[in-house]
Structures are given as C-alpha cells and as structure tokens.
Nanobody, 129 residues
Framework: QVQLVESGGGLVQAGGSARLSCAGIGGTISSYTMGWFRQVSAKEREFVAGVTAVSWSGSSTYYADSVKGRFTISRDNAKNTVYLQMNSLKPEDTAIYYC???????????????????WGQGTQVTVSS
C-alpha cells in the first residue's frame, strides 16, 4: 500500500518557478498512471498534468490547456518520484496541488479526479501578485 507524499509548495512570485515532488512511500508507483490536480476553495479539483507508466515506447504526458507550455510533468522511476516543474507562474495558479495515482489502463488518458484512487495530502502553492 503505497503512500503519496507531495513537497515543494510554498510562496512564489509571479513569473517565478517551483518544482513539486510526489514521492511514493512504502511501494512502487512506476506501474501507475500519475497525475497532478489542483483545487481552490469552493471549486472542483481540476486536472493539471498527467504521465503514463513507462513502457517500451516510453511514456506520454498530458496537460490542461491552462498550463501548456509552462508546466512539465516527469517521473524518475529510480527515485520512485513524479515531478511537476512549474514555470512562468501566475496568480491564478494559486491552489492546493495534489498528486494522484490511477490504475486505469484505458486508451483515453484519465483526466477526471474520479479515475484516481490514491492521493497525497496536497501542497499549497501561492503565487503572489
């Protein structure tokens, strides 16, 4: 039973960068589709970025339109960790960011929070204006 632990959140100036980490503790996450979601008060948790498990053809990444070109998701199986590099941060990026794992193997990449069955506790990212 793997536990997901996020880190790297904090206060960042607009236009700055931050890197979030999601470490798998007590088990491997290498075989799971991994995603980053974010949530603000009174809003539904929204998809930010995702990455598939590594296969013979590599892995694929997916992004919400709002973060394309600014955020990069990656994974390091040797470290059992998934990362979210966030550049050119905007005040509207302020949210609690969650790491999640999905066992779904469908052809369509899961972008709904309901498709993920294991979640970290979240890390707050605040972008000053």
């Amino acid at each position: 039973q793997v536990q997901l632990v996020e880190s790297g959140g904090g206060l960042v100036q607009a236009g700055g960068s931050a890197r979030l980490s999601c470490a798998g503790i007590g088990g491997t996450i290498s075989s799971y589709t991994m995603g980053w979601f974010r949530q603000v008060s009174a809003k539904e948790r929204e998809f930010v970025a995702g990455v598939t498990a590594v296969s013979w053809s590599g892995s694929s990444t997916y992004y919400a339109d709002s973060v394309k070109g600014r955020f990069t998701i990656s994974r390091d199986n040797a470290k059992n960790t998934v990362y979210l590099q966030m550049n050119s941060l905007k005040p509207e990026d302020t949210a609690i960011y969650y790491c999640a794992a999905s066992g779904d193997t469908g052809a369509v990449f899961p972008r709904s929070s309901w498709s993920y069955n294991r979640w970290g506790q979240g890390t707050q990212v605040t972008v000053s204006s």
